[in-house]
């Protein structure tokens, strides 16, 4: 594991463990127990955060060697190291397996990613702020995933600005 990873890792787990118990309730009060929509709060944050991966450094179809490390960093704190590592040639299987997984989520940067949705209606139900968490996430993760190449390309950096505009329009 990279030694600068941890300093965003860190409170990136913290935060992804703070709300999956409530968006997987918010999932359960949004489509109801016997809806075929429900995952895991831990796979829906982390196929978005993988997600965000593919939208902001797809802009070439390929992804540094710095940012695969980021990924593969966030992978294993978040799941352990018993998990594969992914490689930069893994790119586009890696856009067919989140299809084939995710076949009804399409984030994109126009949109907010349905883990912030589905917060944001439970925060108003409950009285919580576990959306903020969220958008947290994803604005802290897509930050150190743009500098993560010490190349910070202005496509990239013009996603990453519209993406962090739709997150915090709500």
Request: charged share 25%; proline share 4%.
């Amino acid at each position: 594991m990279q030694e600068e990873n941890l300093s965003i890792l860190n409170p990136l787990k913290q935060n992804i463990e703070e709300i999956t118990a409530p968006l997987e309730a918010a999932q359960l009060e949004f489509y109801g127990k016997k809806s075929d929509k429900l995952q895991s709060g831990l796979d829906l944050i982390m196929g978005e955060m993988t997600m965000t991966v593919l939208l902001l450094t797809g802009t070439d179809s390929d992804v540094a060697i710095r940012e695969v490390a980021l990924l593969n960093d966030m992978r294993h704190v978040v799941y352990g190291f018993d998990i594969p590592e992914l490689n930069s040639s893994d790119y586009l299987e890696l856009c067919r397996e989140f299809l084939r997984a995710y076949p009804e989520m399409r984030m994109t940067v126009d949109h907010l990613p349905s883990s912030v949705r589905l917060l944001i209606a439970y925060d108003q139900a409950h009285g919580t702020q576990y959306a903020d968490k969220a958008r947290t996430l994803f604005i802290q993760f897509g930050e150190a995933l743009v500098k993560a190449d010490n190349n910070e390309h202005p496509i990239e950096a013009m996603i990453l600005a519209n993406f962090k505009d739709i997150l915090n329009a709500t």
